[in-house]
């Protein structure tokens, strides 16, 4: 198991020990919850508020050019700094996997925005509560390490990727995560969704201007070969391309 797996491991354990106490806090103590309600946010420190600047922290990573062995390839290669050209890049080639990659994230798209209008309307006919709406983005703060070290039906279903490292989507898990509060009025929710905007917009302006950062035939390094991750569900190193 390489380094960086063990660490994402430790994360995800840290995931699910953060979905048990909110689950306790929203059975035993919904009054921590009222961070999440309009104009409750600074009126004294809460649990919630620590989970907040945690997240805020987590997309603040997404933004920042950071080395391998903290963060994977798979979220920083839109920077340039993880960026090693291929010897004779091809641009059709490139041309015809950028649309391929953008008609599966369409998909993606659209899928995720029709379950997030489903929980706008149960949330509108009162069947989810606003406490419960931050519990299921909770819930998808552990679903985001289980897409990265176990099983991901975004990848196996849809998306048709290798790995995580030359995942389309990588850098959507937040703005996917905090899709449940867009229907909630408050700064606690608007300020993480917006930060999770911003991580989206970064991703997808960079991938504009920078397609050959994205893919395998002309960034060396999301190579198997070059890998260092070695995230995979196997945990194993792929042999050379």
């Avoid at 409750?40 to 945690?54: A, D, N, R």
């Avoid at 983005?137 to 998306?159: A, E, M, T």
Wanted: glycine residues 4%; proline residues 3%; contains cysteine.
């Amino acid at each position: 198991m390489s380094a960086l797996r063990r660490m994402y491991m430790g994360r995800f354990v840290f995931r699910c020990a953060v979905l048990v106490l909110v689950t306790v806090l929203l059975a035993a103590w919904p009054g921590q919850f009222e961070v999440v309600q309009r104009g409750q946010f600074l009126k004294g420190p809460s649990l919630l508020h620590i989970l907040w600047l945690i997240w805020v922290c987590d997309m603040l990573m997404q933004l920042i050019p950071l080395n391998k062995t903290l963060v994977s390839l798979g979220s920083q290669k839109l920077f340039r700094r993880h960026f090693r050209q291929a010897a004779e890049p091809s641009v059709p080639q490139m041309r015809r996997a950028m649309k391929e990659m953008d008609l599966r994230a369409a998909a993606v798209f659209v899928m995720w925005t029709a379950f997030t209008s489903v929980l706008g309307l149960l949330r509108h006919l009162k069947i989810l509560s606003d406490n419960l709406l931050l519990w299921i983005s909770v819930v998808f703060y552990v679903c985001g390490l289980i897409c990265v070290l176990f099983w991901c039906p975004f990848r196996q279903l849809i998306l048709k990727n290798r790995c995580c490292t030359t995942c389309r989507i990588f850098n959507w898990d937040h703005l996917m995560m905090f899709s449940p509060l867009i229907f909630l009025n408050s700064f606690y929710a608007r300020s993480l969704v917006a930060m999770a905007a911003a991580v989206f917009l970064v991703w997808e302006i960079t991938l504009r201007r920078h397609p050959e950062r994205f893919l395998e035939c002309t960034n060396l390094a999301l190579r198997c070969g070059s890998c260092t991750d070695r995230l995979c569900s196997s945990g194993k190193k792929l042999q050379s391309d």
